[in-house]
């Protein structure tokens, strides 16, 4: 039985190739952690005698590398990713530009018409689009524009509550398909389709009156005096 024999890299290349990839972007939310890691295998890379090593046992010592680099890398991943995950939910995509004018009929037929192609993703995007604006032309949120979707979600949700729920959903798929690397799909699009159908017909819980609580009290507590006095009328 034959095994092709694997790349063997000398001392500089592997010191190279792990500083390269540990030293990415992504990683770089815990720097002394992973400064310590990197640290930590070169100095078992400087500790090889590498010509003797290359020369006795050379297909061994690059399949060792290639564990420890996959072992440094995975806890590297394990490490930062939950960090970059934390910070993408984070963040919010904008959902409508101050120079789109659209209609919510004019965004549900993109979003149709995108459905009908086949692009979920187009679908989804311009379905949510549609449901902030229906929601801006029922005066339910004030017309702003740059809104985050979790922003539109949230001052939706005070005024519609039996939908809050569903609005941060809507709010989290358009956010996980523009920032990452969410893939929509048929079911996604008809889920906004019924919450764009609700919102279109939700009756929006009443604004509280600035005033109507302290008139009130006042009102309270005239009636109390006028008790407290026999012979003043209310």
Do not use: C, H
């Not at 310590?36 to 010509?51: F, K, Q, Y």
């Not at 939950?82 to 993109?110: I, M, N, Y």
């Not at 149709?112 to 902030?132: H, I, K, L, P, Q």
């Not at 609005?167 to 929509?184: I, M, N, T």
């Amino acid at each position: 039985m034959r095994f092709d024999v694997p790349v063997v890299p000398d001392r500089d290349t592997a010191r190279e190739w792990l500083t390269s990839e540990l030293q990415r972007p992504e990683y770089a939310e815990r720097e002394s952690l992973l400064s310590r890691l990197i640290s930590w295998v070169l100095e078992r890379l400087d500790e090889i005698e590498w010509p003797a090593a290359l020369t006795m046992a050379g297909p061994q010592l690059a399949i060792t590398i290639a564990v420890i680099a996959a072992v440094v890398v995975g806890i590297a991943w394990l490490v930062a990713g939950p960090v970059r995950l934390g910070r993408d939910r984070a963040r919010s995509a904008k959902v409508l530009d101050s120079d789109d004018t659209r209609s919510a009929a004019e965004l549900r037929a993109s979003a149709d018409a995108a459905a009908a192609s086949g692009d979920w993703r187009t679908a989804v995007v311009e379905r949510f689009r549609a449901v902030v604006r229906i929601l801006e032309e029922r005066v339910i949120i004030e017309p702003r524009p740059g809104r985050t979707a979790q922003e539109a979600a949230a001052d939706a949700g005070e005024r519609l509550p039996a939908q809050a729920a569903r609005l941060r959903s809507g709010a989290d798929l358009f956010d996980g398909v523009e920032y990452g690397d969410l893939v929509a799909t048929a079911a996604d699009d008809a889920a906004l389709r019924e919450l764009d159908a609700e919102v279109a017909a939700a009756r929006p819980a009443a604004l509280p009156v600035a005033g109507s609580a302290a008139g009130a009290s006042s009102g309270s507590d005239t009636e109390e005096r006028a008790e407290e006095k026999p012979g003043v009328s209310a």
